[in-house]
Antibody, heavy 120, light 106 residues
Framework: QVQLQESGPGLVKPSQTLSLTCTVSGGSISSGSYYWSWIRQPAGKGLEWIGRIQSNGNTNYKSSLEGRVTISIDTSKNQFSLKLSSVTAADTAMYYC????????????WGQGTRVIVSS | EIVLTQSPDFLSAAPEEKVIITCRASQSIGSSLHWYQQKPDQSPKLLIKFASQSFSGVPSRFSGSGSGTDFTLTINSLEAEDAATYYCHQSASLPLTFGGGTKVEI
């Protein structure tokens, strides 16, 4: 059974770059059958899709974040990563990594999430 | 961007009642609509995929229906453990989007 686990700093200063990693266990991230994605949720608010990547490196990003966001994949480590630059308090949220099928997307499973606070 | 509008935002119901949550899409999305349950301090859990397909291990009291722009999640015979926030999610087109959520209180 595939499991995902987020990791990274819980506190980031404004204007700096948020960097998170998702480690996948129980399955290979190299499978072309899936997208690997990031979704975030500010405290007490709804869910926002950030972007996704396939094992071949193809990416899709939410347009309002494009220019600040980069998702990359490291098949040798079975990990994928999120970088979000020039962060502000509005980027404070719980960040989830998820897997979704390439043919007929629905995100499952989800990682447990990692909370990131943007504050000086 | 496809906007998903859920209603109601909040509902309170008694155990064993039937609950219906609706999700309306701003344009047709076929059956590319999925439902999630999120309990406090937990990640969302998939309940229904592609509008009406129950996900493995989900209790049979949860069901989904609809296509195009109008969708419903029905919880038959509500149980105490169903207290949660429910989200719809569309995968018809990018950017992928979620509804605003419906909080269910028992």
């Amino acid at each position: 059974q595939v499991q995902l686990q987020e990791s990274g700093p819980g506190l980031v200063k404004p204007s700096q770059t948020l960097s998170l990693t998702c480690t996948v266990s129980g399955g290979s991230i190299s499978s072309g059958s899936y997208y690997w994605s990031w979704i975030r949720q500010p405290a007490g608010k709804g869910l926002e899709w950030i972007g996704r990547i396939q094992s071949n490196g193809n990416t899709n990003y939410k347009s309002s974040l494009e220019g600040r966001v980069t998702i990359s994949i490291d098949t040798s480590k079975n990990q994928f990563s999120l970088k979000l630059s020039s962060v502000t308090a509005a980027d404070t949220a719980m960040y989830y990594c998820v897997r979704g099928r390439s043919s007929g997307w629905y995100p499952d499973p989800w990682g447990q999430g990692t909370r990131v606070i943007v504050s000086s | 961007e496809i906007v998903l509008t859920q209603s109601p935002d909040f509902l309170s119901a008694a155990p064993e009642e039937k609950v219906i949550i609706t999700c309306r899409a701003s344009q047709s999305i076929g059956s590319s609509l999925h439902w999630y349950q999120q309990k406090p301090d937990q990640s969302p859990k998939l309940l229904i995929k592609f509008a009406s397909q129950s996900f493995s291990g989900v209790p049979s009291r949860f069901s989904g229906s609809g296509s195009g722009t109008d969708f419903t999640l029905t919880i038959n015979s509500l149980e105490a453990e169903d207290a949660a926030t429910y989200y719809c999610h569309q995968s018809a087109s990018l950017p992928l989007t979620f509804g605003g959520g419906t909080k269910v209180e028992i």
